[in-house]
Nanobody, 125 residues
Framework: QVQLVESGGGLVQAGGSLRLSCAAS????????VGWFRQAPGKEREFVAAISWGGGTTRYEDSVKGRFTISRDNAKNTVYLQINNLKPEDTAVYSCARGLQGRIVGPAVTDYNYWGQGTQVTVSS
C-alpha cells in the first residue's frame, strides 16, 4: 500500500516562502510521476504542479509559474514544492498524489491514484 504524507505547511505573511514535502512509502515511488494539488475553502481541487519520475519534466498551472518549483529526491522518496512570494489567494490545503505512470501526467485528478491527506497553507495579507 502506498502512503503519502505531506508536511511543511503553516501560516505565513504575504511575500513569504514555504517548502512543502511529500514523503512516500513504497519502493516503486521513484518510478511514478507526482503531482501537487490545492483546495481552498468552497472551491474545487486545483492542479498546481507535476513532475516526471526522474524529475526531468515538470509542468505548472499558469497562475503559479515563476513562484512555485516542484522537485524530487528519489533517494529519499520525497517530492518537494517550493513556494515563493506567497499570496493570500494561495491559501489552501495542499496535497500530493502519485501518478498512474512515470512520464509527466496532466492536471486531471484521474491521472493520479494515491493521495495524501494534505497540509494547510495560510497566507495573511
Amino acid at each position: 500500500q502506498v502512503q503519502l504524507v505531506e508536511s511543511g505547511g503553516g501560516l505565513v505573511q504575504a511575500g513569504g516562502s514555504l517548502r512543502l514535502s511529500c514523503a512516500a512509502s513504497g519502493r516503486t515511488f521513484s518510478t511514478y510521476a507526482v503531482g501537487w494539488f490545492r483546495q481552498a475553502p468552497g472551491k474545487e481541487r486545483e492542479f498546481v504542479a507535476a513532475i516526471s519520475w526522474g524529475g526531468g519534466t515538470t509542468r505548472y498551472e499558469d497562475s503559479v509559474k515563476g513562484r512555485f518549483t516542484i522537485s524530487r529526491d528519489n533517494a529519499k522518496n520525497t517530492v518537494y514544492l517550493q513556494i515563493n512570494n506567497l499570496k493570500p489567494e494561495d491559501t489552501a490545503v495542499y496535497s500530493c498524489a502519485r501518478g498512474l505512470q512515470g512520464r509527466i501526467v496532466g492536471p486531471a485528478v484521474t491521472d493520479y491514484n494515491y493521495w495524501g491527506q494534505g497540509t494547510q497553507v495560510t497566507v495573511s495579507s
